[in-house]
C-alpha cells in the first residue's frame, strides 16, 4: 500500500468525496480545502501532492498556485491541476504547475498522476 | 422654390407607426412631403422655364444644374442598393425637371411628375410590391401631376410667386399634422396626439434644413440667380440621401451588435452547461470506476461501500437531472411554449430541510457554509414539487456557493394570511445595486461570479417557475455583506383547495399581484 498526503483543493462535494473515496482506498492520506484556506491547509499538512481544482467562488486555482509557488514553505509541493480540458488549454499554460488533469477524469488516471508525483518526491 | 419636405417615410415617426407603414404598405397620407416636393419641382421648373428659355442663363444654368446633379449620382451611387430607392425615385424627377426648362408650364409638371412616378413604380417592382400598392401610387402621383400642372398655371410672378411658393409647401407639409394621426391613430392603436409630435419632431429636425434650402433656392431665383437655385435641388437630394444612408447605417450597426451579444452570451451558455454537467458527469463515471476496480479486485465486496458508493452516484445523477431540467426549460421558454406543470400539494417545509441537508452534507465536508434553517412544520402551498425544489435548491446553493469560508446561511419559512414567504439569506460575496436587475435575466451573470462555475440560467429560471406559480421573487444585496433572496408564494385558501384541487396555480395569480405590496418592500435586510 502506498503511503503520503494528499490535499485535496475543489468546492465541489462531488469531486472531494470521490477523490478522497479513490485515494483513501489507495492507502493515502487525504485532507479536503477550498478557496484561500487550501495556502494555510497546504502549508500546515506539509502535503506530497496538491490536486487544485481551477474553478472557485473566493479565489480560483490560478491565484491559489501562485500563491503557493510564493511561499517557500509550499513552494517545492507538486501541483495538479484539474479543470475542463478547454480551461486547461486557456488558463494552465501560465500557471506554474506540475500536472494537468481534465475533467471529467478517470479514477485511473487520477491514480496514476498522483502516484508518478509520490514517487518524484 | 423648394426642394422641401422629401421625409416623411424618414425617421421620426415611431416604430409602431413604421410598421404599419411598411408591412401593409397604407398608402401615406395623401399628399405626403415626398410627394409634395416632387410637385414644387415640377412648379419650380414651369416657372423657370420662360424667365430662362430666351437669355445665355439658359446653358449656365442647365450646366451647373447638370454638374450638380451628376455629383448627386455619384454621391448616392456610393451607397449599396438597399440604402437607395428612396433617392432614386427623385432622382428619376430630376432629369424631367431639366426637360422643363425648354417646354411650357403644364407639359413640364406633367412631365416631372411622370418621372416620379415611373422611379416610383420602378422602385416597387423592385421591392416587390403587390399590385394594390403600386394602383395606389399611381392615383397619388396623378393628383400630384394634376395640382403641379394647376399650380404652374395659377402662379404669378414676382415677391408674391415666393411668397406662394413657400406657403403652398409649408401647407402642404403642414397636411401631414393632420392626415398622419386621423390615417394612422385607428391604423395602429397610438393616440393621435402622440402620432402628431412625431410628425412634428420628424419635420423639425429632418426637414428644417431642407426648407432653408428650398428657401434659399426661391430666394436666388427671384433675383434671376439661376445657377445657385438649380444647385440647391441637387444639394437637398444629397442631403436627404446623406441623412437617410445615415440612419440606416445606424440601425445595421445597432442590429448586428444585438445579433453578436445574444451569439455570445449563448456560447458562454453552452461553456457554462457543459462545466455544470461535467462535474456531476465526473462523479458518475469515477463512481462507477471505483466500484468496478473494487469488484475486479478480488477482494470480499464490502456491501455496505458499496452502498455508499451507490448513494454517492445517484447523487450526482440527480445534479445532472437538475441541469438538464433546467436548460430543458430555458430552451422551452426561449421557443415561446409554456412549462408543463404537474400540480400538486408541496409540504415547502420539508422541501427547504431537505435541500439545506444535502448542501449542508456537502459544504460541511469543505468547512463551507453551514445551513440553518427555520421552518415551521406543515406548511403547504400548491405547487409543482420538482420545480419547487429547484427553485429553493438554486437559492439556497447559490447563496452557499458565494458565501465564504463559515459563514452562515439561513432560511426561514413563514407565512401570513396571504403568502408563504421562503426567506434565503448569506453574508457572501454580494451583487453591485447596478447589476440587480439583470439577475434574473437568462444567461445572466454578476460580475462577482466570476470565476465561479454556473450557466446563469438558475435565478432566471426561479423567477419563472415562481411567477407562474403566482407568486413573486425578490433580491437584495450589498456587495461584501450579503444577498437576501426572497421567495412568495400564494399560500392555499381553504375553500378552494376542497373545491378545485388541480387548478393550475397562475390562474389566481393577478388579483394576488393586485392587491400585494411589491415584494421589495415586504422589507429583508
Known amino acids: 500500500m502506498p503511503h503520503g498526503t494528499v490535499l485535496v483543493v475543489d468546492d465541489d462535494p462531488i469531486i472531494v468525496a470521490l477523490l478522497e473515496a479513490a485515494l483513501v482506498g489507495q492507502g493515502y492520506q487525504v485532507h479536503s480545502s477550498a478557496n484561500g484556506a487550501a495556502i494555510q491547509a497546504a502549508r500546515d499538512l506539509q502535503p506530497d501532492v496538491i490536486l487544485l481544482d481551477l474553478m472557485m467562488p473566493e479565489m480560483d486555482g490560478a491565484e491559489v498556485s501562485k500563491r503557493l509557488r510564493e511561499d517557500p514553505q509550499t513552494a517545492m509541493i507538486p501541483i495538479v491541476v484539474m479543470s475542463a480540458a478547454e480551461r486547461l488549454r486557456a488558463k494552465a499554460t501560465e500557471m506554474q504547475v506540475n500536472d494537468r488533469l481534465s475533467k471529467p477524469f478517470t479514477i485511473r488516471d487520477v491514480l496514476a498522476t498522483v502516484e508518478r508525483w509520490m514517487r518524484a518526491r | ?525
Open chain 2, 1 to 525: 422654390m423648394s426642394a422641401a419636405g422629401t421625409a416623411g417615410e424618414g425617421g421620426g415617426i415611431e416604430p409602431t407607426v413604421h410598421t404599419v407603414f411598411r408591412a401593409r404598405l397604407w398608402p401615406q397620407p395623401l399628399l405626403s412631403a415626398g410627394t409634395v416636393a416632387v410637385a414644387l419641382l415640377a412648379l419650380i421648373a414651369a416657372w423657370l422655364s420662360p424667365l430662362a428659355a430666351p437669355t445665355d442663363d439658359l446653358s449656365l444654368a442647365t450646366t451647373v444644374a447638370a454638374i450638380g446633379l451628376a455629383a448627386t449620382v455619384v454621391v448616392t451611387y456610393q451607397y449599396p442598393l438597399h440604402l437607395r430607392p428612396r433617392t432614386k425615385v427623385y432622382m428619376a424627377s430630376v432629369p424631367y425637371f431639366l426637360l422643363a426648362a425648354v417646354v411650357p408650364p403644364a407639359l413640364a409638371a406633367t412631365a416631372a411628375g411622370a418621372g416620379a412616378l415611373a422611379g416610383e413604380l420602378s422602385v416597387r417592382r423592385q421591392l416587390g410590391t403587390k399590385a394594390e400598392g403600386i394602383a395606389t401610387e399611381v392615383g397619388r402621383r396623378t393628383v400630384i401631376v394634376l395640382c403641379g400642372a394647376l399650380l404652374a398655371h395659377a402662379v404669378e410672378q414676382g415677391w408674391l410667386h415666393t411668397v406662394a411658393l413657400v406657403g403652398a409647401a409649408l401647407v402642404l407639409e403642414a397636411g401631414d399634422f393632420v392626415t398622419c394621426p386621423l390615417i394612422l391613430a385607428p391604423l395602429s392603436g397610438e393616440s393621435p396626439l402622440h402620432i402628431a409630435v412625431a410628425v412634428a419632431r420628424d419635420a423639425a429636425l429632418v426637414e428644417g434644413a431642407q426648407y432653408l434650402l428650398g428657401l434659399l433656392g426661391a430666394l436666388a431665383a427671384e433675383q434671376n440667380l439661376w445657377a445657385p437655385a438649380l444647385l440647391v435641388l441637387p444639394t437637398a437630394l444629397v442631403y436627404r440621401a446623406l441623412k437617410q444612408a445615415q440612419e440606416l447605417h445606424a440601425q445595421a450597426v445597432g442590429a448586428r451588435r444585438v445579433a453578436e451579444d445574444a451569439v455570445r452570451v449563448r456560447d458562454e451558455f453552452l461553456i457554462a452547461a457543459s462545466h455544470d454537467l461535467r462535474t456531476p458527469l465526473t462523479g458518475v463515471i469515477g463512481y462507477t470506476e471505483l466500484m468496478q476496480m473494487h469488484l475486479e479486485s478480488g477482494e470480499t465486496p464490502d456491501r455496505e461501500w458499496l452502498l455508499s458508493q451507490i448513494d454517492a452516484l445517484s447523487r450526482a445523477g440527480a445534479r445532472m437531472r437538475t441541469t438538464v431540467d433546467e436548460i430543458t426549460d430555458v430552451a422551452q421558454l426561449q421557443m415561446g411554449q409554456p412549462l408543463e406543470f404537474h400540480v400538486g400539494l408541496v409540504d415547502i417545509s420539508a422541501v427547504v430541510h431537505g435541500v439545506a441537508t444535502s448542501m449542508t452534507v456537502g459544504a460541511r465536508r469543505l468547512a463551507g457554509a453551514p445551513v440553518e434553517v427555520d421552518a415551521p412544520p406543515g406548511i403547504i402551498v400548491r405547487g409543482d414539487s420538482g420545480r419547487l425544489a429547484r427553485v429553493v435548491g438554486n437559492i439556497v446553493g447559490n447563496a452557499v456557493k458565494y458565501s465564504p469560508l463559515g459563514t452562515p446561511v439561513r432560511a426561514t419559512v413563514t407565512q401570513d394570511e396571504r403568502w408563504v414567504t421562503i426567506t434565503v439569506r448569506d453574508q457572501g460575496v454580494g451583487i453591485p445595486a447596478d447589476e440587480l436587475p439583470h439577475v434574473f435575466t437568462h444567461f445572466y451573470r454578476a460580475s462577482t461570479a466570476l470565476g465561479i462555475a454556473g450557466t446563469g440560467i438558475g435565478l432566471a429560471g426561479a423567477k419563472t417557475i415562481v411567477e407562474q406559480h403566482g407568486g413573486h421573487i425578490a433580491i437584495q444585496s450589498v456587495v461584501g455583506e450579503g444577498t437576501t433572496v426572497e421567495v412568495l408564494l400564494p399560500r392555499i385558501v381553504e375553500t378552494a383547495e376542497a373545491t378545485v384541487p388541480n387548478q393550475p396555480a397562475d390562474l389566481c395569480a393577478q388579483d394576488h399581484a393586485e392587491k400585494t405590496p411589491a415584494p421589495q418592500q415586504k422589507g429583508a435586510q
